[in-house]
């Protein structure tokens, strides 16, 4: 099921994944590095989302009010973090790899997170459709733990479909590269941040 | 803008500027004829007309050596007369400008080349295209379909490149008149880094016409939906579009173009662009810079529409792969050294028959796609008087 999701899937995560990746600095180690952060932590939510989900037995009734807030939660979580990534990049430029200097939950100095780990998570628990579909079938599964061994293996399937991103690495980095890149998330959070919005004023004014 | 045309040369002959026309007057009356099998009276007039107006500019541009002024006559014409003849077709068929979504989705919408780079990666994932058109003959109200319109676009496109943009993109007419309008811009100073944008709005429509499965660009970022058709505001997202499209129409076709004297959308925003660059590459004319005869001047730099010329690019001797072919900054140049040229051969030698080169191609183009567009429009209003 991994496997067949894994282009819709990639097709989901990769207004987020693409211009961040972008903005990072060449090679391949240091993509793949990013890379890996960002599947490990997008797999904490599933998990994270599998268990919640699955103990508070919502996983197949969840009803539209509850997954609008979480909708729009996150996409207004994944605009703020997108537009703090874009103006970090900037910052940074090409001396310093932006998720490095992303100053996110926790504060500064010693409490940074890295962008891609921020970015990760918030596609792991983000509603997409092969999500959703997954998660129909984990609530067929006897315990919270099998319910979680499914989404692990769903997520190895899926993740299968991301390592060609890790040949970003090969692309020779500029200024031009990294300020469409900037401009790109710029314009992207700017979607989400509508989308957030909107789906906030909807359930404000109609209650779905 | 080229505001100051210095021709290096006297006037040609109008013998050998004639002959030099003739066939593009031939071509523009095989034209006419292709345009309308069996016109009626106001059809017949705008297709002589236009014909007329074609063979009359590509004359002048023989005549005074000078090409950008006489293209942008032509340009300007086509960017102002495509809404009169679309909007008056949309109305006819539809009865309003407004599209309803369920069209979009059943592809019964015009044609439009725009979205074509923001839906290859969509349709090489998904293997569905999700056009607002049909790909089918006769499909959506361009009845060619998106095909045939397509191998049109291509075939052109691998002779002039980028030179789509000056010659036969019917949307940029518009903002060229708007910056023709001033005598000096207001705004000088642009950061140089703006020159990306077409490139981010192409990565991230991209990237959103994916994850959404839909044209993101023409749902939520066309300036043209402004005056082309708007997507029938039943609630507030459609509100929300189309004031999208009108505030982006408002600044980067009409209020930018007035203060900077530059094609901003074509320059700073219209994805197309970004990916018709990459046919720059294999287009064989492009424009040099003569370092021989290269003072430099800067006059170039200051002349192109596109910001396409930056100091570096010109110690380089070459445009950057921006560059829309128009001619703004060889007919700027007082020492003869921005000059046409053909891939594989010197820089400066017989620059004119370069530019006569790729005019032929460029202008047979412009007759056979904006001199469709033209007429229309001019039949549209001519229907009204005749």
């Known amino acids: ?208 | 803008m080229a505001t100051k045309v210095l021709p290096a040369h006297e006037p040609r002959s109008i013998g050998r500027s004639l002959l030099m026309t003739l066939p593009i007057a031939l071509w523009s009356f095989l034209m006419l004829h292709g345009w309308y099998p069996q016109p009626n009276r106001s059809q017949l007039m705008a297709g002589i007309l236009t014909a007329a107006f074609m063979v009359v500019l590509f004359f002048m541009m023989m005549r005074t050596w000078s090409t950008y002024r006489w293209r942008r006559v032509f340009f300007v014409a086509l960017g102002l007369l495509f809404p009169v003849g679309f909007i008056h077709t949309v109305i006819a068929m539809r009865g309003t400008m407004g599209i309803p979504i369920e069209e979009m989705i059943a592809g019964r919408t015009p044609f439009c080349f725009i979205p074509i780079p923001l839906l290859i990666l969509p349709a090489a994932f998904t293997k569905a295209i999700v056009f607002p058109g049909s790909i089918l003959p006769n499909g959506g109200m361009s009845g060619g379909g998106m095909a045939a319109m397509a191998a049109i676009w291509l075939a052109i496109t691998i002779v002039v490149g980028k030179g789509w943009c000056s010659y036969a993109c019917f949307f940029g007419g518009i903002e060229e008149g708007m910056a023709a309008l001033p005598a000096k811009a207001t705004v000088r100073k642009i950061d140089s880094r703006w020159r990306y944008g077409p490139w981010a709005v192409l990565l991230a429509m991209t990237l959103l016409s994916l994850g959404l499965f839909e044209s993101a660009y023409c749902m939520w970022l066309c300036p043209f939906k402004a005056v082309s058709e708007y997507v029938a505001a039943r609630n507030t997202v459609g509100m929300i579009q189309n004031g999208i499209f009108v505030l982006l129409f408002a600044a980067l076709v009409i209020a930018l173009p007035l203060l900077t004297k530059k094609r901003t959308q074509c320059a700073f925003f219209c994805p197309f662009g970004a990916f018709q660059s990459l046919f720059n590459k294999t287009s064989i004319f492009d424009v040099k810079i003569d370092k021989t005869r290269c003072t430099p001047c800067v006059l170039c730099q200051k002349s192109c529409p596109t910001m396409a010329l930056t100091e570096e690019s010109i110690a380089k001797g070459e445009t950057l792969m921006s560059c829309m072919k128009c001619g703004a900054c060889v007919d700027a140049c007082p020492k003869d050294a921005a000059v046409w040229h053909i891939r594989g051969t010197e820089v400066a030698v017989k620059p004119e028959r370069a530019r006569l080169m790729f005019l032929y191609a460029a202008w047979a183009m412009a007759i056979m796609f904006g001199g469709s567009i033209i007429a229309q429009g001019l039949a549209t209003i001519l229907h009204v008087f005749v």
């Open chain 1, 1 to 208: 099921m991994g496997l067949a999701s894994g282009p819709a899937c990639v097709a989901s995560c990769g207004p987020v994944l693409v211009p961040s990746l972008l903005a990072e600095r060449t090679g391949l180690r240091l993509n793949g590095r990013y890379l890996s952060t960002f599947l490990a932590t997008r797999l904490l939510g599933y998990l994270l989302f599998a268990a919640v989900a699955w103990e508070l037995g919502t996983l197949v009734s969840f009803r539209t009010p509850e997954r609008s807030w979480i909708f729009a939660v996150i996409h207004l979580l994944l605009a703020g973090v997108l537009f703090r990534y874009a103006w970090s990049v900037g910052r940074a430029c090409n001396h310093a790899c932006a998720s490095q200097e992303l100053v996110t939950i926790g504060g500064a100095g010693s409490h940074r997170i890295p962008g891609a780990a921020v970015l990760g998570f918030l596609t792991g628990v983000s509603l997409c459709p092969p999500f959703v579909a997954a998660g129909v079938r984990a609530a067929e599964a006897a315990n919270v733990a099998a319910a979680m061994l499914f989404f692990a293996v769903f997520f190895l399937g899926t993740s299968l479909w991301f390592v060609p991103f890790a040949g970003f690495g090969w692309l020779r980095r500029n200024e031009a590269v990294t300020t469409v890149a900037r401009m790109a998330m710029v314009l992207i959070a700017v979607y989400y941040l509508y989308a957030g919005l909107m789906t906030l004023i909807r359930k404000s004014a109609y209650g779905y």
